[in-house]
């Protein structure tokens, strides 16, 4: 199958080398000549370059650009596309994009890989990314069941765990799980910031350890994915926000009033509910 990559970073480019090694032809695009370069020579690619028109021959696109190019990057491509042409993305915000981009382009199906690392880039690039993580697809009313199959059927082929669903529920779940995670951490990152004496914080940086790194790891990585998150999935990342101030506000006040029973109420009880998330 021949396979465009728009978007030549990350999540494109660990596309790329599953897509390459399972037999497909990638057709990569990227916004600098060095990157599309550095693609073929990483085995990312078969061939890339910064003209969109090179993906007129394939048969599927991926558009891994970030959210806010997503709906602009649909509209170029409908320009010199055929008609039979699926498209899909990988953000990971849907309800903005995905009826949307329908509108502009009828093949186009909503796909968010939920697969990533601190590091970005073709650098960071490594393969089976995707396998055995979660990979979300959310058609509309109007997404043709071919299109869906084509991108379910690579979605497998990459060994991730499909789900289908609406882009509104796929946002609301994913503010919980996965953009109210960014905000806390970054929160926590900035918290750190604010002890007042440079010795104390000195310490803390330097004893700073597993829990530390596992807690502040997504609130450390790219600021304008943590950003494109809080715009375009606003609603219900403050619903998550608040309902979170209203859990810290309870752990303050248990220790506040040294109410150890509450305080090791609501820890076994997230001791008990996190198997549920994490397996």
């Known amino acids: 199958m021949k396979i465009g990559i728009v978007g030549l970073g990350l999540i494109g480019s660990c596309l790329g080398l599953d897509l390459r090694q399972a037999g497909h032809q990638v057709y990569g695009v990227g916004r600098r000549q060095a990157n599309c370069e550095a693609a073929i020579a990483a085995g990312i690619a078969d061939t890339a370059s910064d003209d969109l028109t090179s993906l007129a021959v394939t048969e599927l696109i991926f558009v891994c650009t970030p959210i806010a190019a997503i709906l602009p990057t649909v509209e170029q491509l409908a320009a010199v596309l055929p008609a039979a042409v699926v498209v899909t993305d990988v953000g990971s915000v849907k309800g903005p994009i995905a009826a949307a981009a329908t509108r502009i382009w009828p093949n186009f199906v909503g ?165 549920q998330y994490v397996s």
């Open 111 to 275: 796909g968010h890989p939920m697969s990533g690392k601190a590091a970005a880039g073709i650098a960071a690039a490594q393969p089976h990314l995707f396998r055995g993580n979660p990979y979300i697809l959310t058609p509309v009313d109007s997404t043709g069941e071919p299109a869906l199959a084509q991108v379910k059927a690579l979605a497998e082929q990459l060994g991730a765990v499909l789900s289908i669903s609406t882009p509104e529920a796929h946002d609301r779940a994913v503010a919980w799980i996965s953009h109210l995670p960014v905000m806390v951490s970054a929160g926590l990152i900035q918290a750190c910031l604010s002890e007042p004496e440079a010795a104390i914080q000195h310490l803390a940086q330097q004893v700073a350890s597993s829990g530390f790194r596992d807690t502040s790891r997504v609130g450390g990585g790219n600021p304008e994915l943590g950003l494109m998150m809080a715009q375009y999935n606003r609603a219900a990342l403050l619903d998550t926000l608040q309902a979170y101030q209203q859990v810290l506000k309870q752990l303050e006040a248990a220790i506040a009033a040294e109410d150890w029973a509450q305080l090791n109420q609501l820890l076994r009880q997230t001791q008990q509910a996190r198997p």
